[in-house]
């Protein structure tokens, strides 16, 4: 197949939605050689933060002169953004060239691979036949039972956890927490961002079980500039440049610096105009950390605000916190099955005081916003994000899926 048919062939397979588990990884990754023998991964799970701390190990470790590969999720406009080395994505030819390969592995196979364990497996193939030196290896979802979790790693790095994915993860923080520890292993080092009472406890108790020992980063990083705007960053990149240590990985600091201050990565309070800023913050707390860097960036200037979200995300909470930098707002549904559709939300955001408009597709909600003066700003979903960047950037619609 070419690369064209392969990418239908893949996205088909999110028909069998999100499934928890790591049978399917481990069988695909046994088809294919065991590729992950010949990596050093480096993995992260987490609530908020997970890809802007993998994207600031991995700019570290370039700066560094290693040679790189980054594991994220979900793209925003390509399917390819996901699997990188040395910072360039898989080339088409290899996605068709993989995915055939897992295609036929698993033909016949009674439980059918998902999209996610698919698209992990094909990242962790190309990565060994780049002969790459490190792996910073983002969790889809969860942990314990994620396919990302089929790995051995030199370390095991969790970002701020908060409550989101209830459906899957559960009903409260510490059992939210005690699924994304499911990725802390015996013998091998374990790093946490601060963390809440219930989630410290139940990363403990997990490092505890393990065993092995968890350091909790206690200071942001001071040391120069950072690439992503937010404070939120500074305890981003503490963590990040704690895990290296934690791995073994010996950086210098003028290097750090380096790979801090050149970040790149979209969709995080990422202004692609003066007046035009996009971040996909989904859920309560990054929502919080979103409002404190529009404050920190406009001052008291309101937002004009582009809403949708998916329907398991708390919207009417997420609205209330938006509430305080923005009252007018755009909703427009999400992309794909799961997006909310605006009548559900026109509700909760005229009950969080807002003055309200509805468009069926981001074209218009985009031109509907930036009608008057005034900066605009595009939150709520990574997929929202992922169209409005596809629209501003003249691709094509980004397709969207589970993780």
């Known amino acids: 197949m070419n690369y064209r048919d392969t990418l239908a062939w893949l996205y088909g397979r999110q028909t069998f939605g999100i499934k928890p588990g790591l049978e399917n ?29 993998c994207v600031m190990m991995d700019s570290i470790l370039r700066a560094a002169g ?12 390509d399917f390819r953004e996901r699997i990188r080395v040395d910072g360039k994505m898989i080339p088409k030819s290899s996605v068709a060239e993989g995915l055939g390969l897992l295609r036929d592995a698993s033909d016949g196979w009674e439980q059918l691979p998902t999209f996610f364990e698919l698209a992990t497996v094909l990242a962790a193939w190309w990565f060994a036949k780049e002969a790459t030196e490190f ?9 314990r ?26 009903k409260t923080l510490k059992e939210i927490a005690g699924e994304k520890a499911g990725i802390i292993k015996a013998g091998i080092p374990a790093v946490s961002a601060p963390q809440g009472a219930d989630a410290a406890d139940a990363l403990v108790a997990r490092a505890a079980a393990a065993p092995t020992m968890i350091t909790f980063v206690e200071r942001p990083w001071t040391d120069g500039s950072i690439g992503l705007a937010g404070s939120h960053q500074r305890w981003n990149a503490a963590l990040a440049c704690e895990a290296l240590r934690a791995a073994g990985i010996v950086v ?17 309070f990422q202004r692609v105009e003066p007046d035009l800023v996009i971040d996909g913050a989904h859920n309560p707390e990054a929502v919080a950390a979103l409002v404190a860097t529009w404050r920190e960036v406009f001052g008291g200037t309101k937002a004009r605000l582009i809403f949708g979200a998916l329907r398991d995300k708390d919207a009417a909470l997420i609205l209330r916190l938006l509430g305080s930098v923005s009252d007018e707002v755009v909703l427009v549904p ?70």
């Open 66 to 77: 290693h040679r790189t590969a980054l594991y994220t999720s979900p793209h925003l406009v």
């Open 145 to 170: 039972m994620d396919a990302t979790n089929a790995v051995t790693p030199e370390v095991s790095v969790i970002t701020p956890i908060g409550m989101d994915h209830q459906m899957w993860l559960g």
């Open 252 to 268: 210098k600091k003028t290097t750090e610096q380096e790979g801090l201050r050149n970040l790149v990565w979209p969709a995080r």
């Open 135 to 143: 792996v910073v290896w983002e969790t889809g979802m969860g942990g």
């Open 334 to 403: 999400a992309p794909g099955p799961r997006g909310a559709p605006t009548a559900e939300l026109r509700p909760l955001a005229e009950a969080a005081g807002f003055r309200t408009v509805t468009e069926a597709e981001v074209p218009a909600a985009l031109i509907s916003a930036r009608s008057r003066n005034g900066p605009v700003l595009v939150a709520g979903s990574l997929f929202l994000a992922g169209e409005v960047l596809a629209l501003l950037e003249g691709a094509a619609k980004p397709l969207s899926s589970a993780q």
């Open 25 to 53: 990884t481990q069988r695909l990754l046994a088809a294919c050689g065991q590729p992950q023998e010949k990596l050093r991964f480096l993995h992260v799970a987490g609530t908020n933060g997970k890809g802007s701390t």
